[in-house]
């Protein structure tokens, strides 16, 4: 199993996930000339696509998903509350999905599992192939203990650095949105995501990367820094999806 990353922030996001000839793609947040671009720079194209999970829909996760999906006949999987703002958007009738209930798609099994976003119906994702776990966790106020259980044991977690604290204390948000950013609805610091790793068993631990770092609330060394003092490694092993670049292909050995 492998995993990488189109790009992660607020202007767009688009995670694959592959096993064997299954590879999926969980939002898309990019335009449909974009999206091929960046499948391209990890050398897929979108008839390589099996699926195309959607995690909630807000524009930098559903926006392309729509045209994509309509172009190129890629099923898509949402929750039912997801699934009304698909209907808005054009894109062809969503399979369903419920979070707490696994389903598989082809060579992975997804189990789904809810979380604290200001959304409809929100959900992030375990993937495993029957050996390896691999933990999404992104667009979540807070870490709830369903969430922590769902994630103990994972061989892999990309796991939402959004702000620092202070950084977004001290910016230019207005009141409203800071407070939407920092509160149990909105997105995970870097302190949070740290002491997420400080109480979850991590002794599988393969990789783990940021996503979803804010550009005018944080920056990647801040969230490197707080994540390799969680954990005790050093700073390199850290990985970082941008905006810009997302992330390389990663495995799972």
Known sequence: MRFSSLGSGSRGNATLVEKGDTCVMVDCGFSLRETVRRLARLG??????????VTHEHSDHLGGVGLFAGKYA???WATEGTAVSLARDKVPAPRLFAPGEPFAIGEL?????????DAREPA????????RRLGLL????????EIEWVLRGCDALLLECNHDPGMLADGRYPAWLKQRVAGDFGHLSNE???AFLRRTDTARLQHVVAMHLSEQNNCPSLAVRALSAALGCTMDWIGVADQRNGL???ELG
């Open 44 to 53: 897929k194209r979108p008839e390589d696509l099996t699926a195309i999970l």
């Open 74 to 76: 890629v099923p898509v």
């Open 109 to 117: 099994e997804i189990h789904p599992f809810p979380v604290s976003h």
């Open 124 to 131: 992030q994702f375990v993937f495993s192939d029957g050996q």
């Open 138 to 145: 992104t667009d979540t106020g807070n870490i709830s203990a």
């Open 192 to 194: 949070q995501a740290a």
């Open 248 to 250: 390389a292909w990663r």
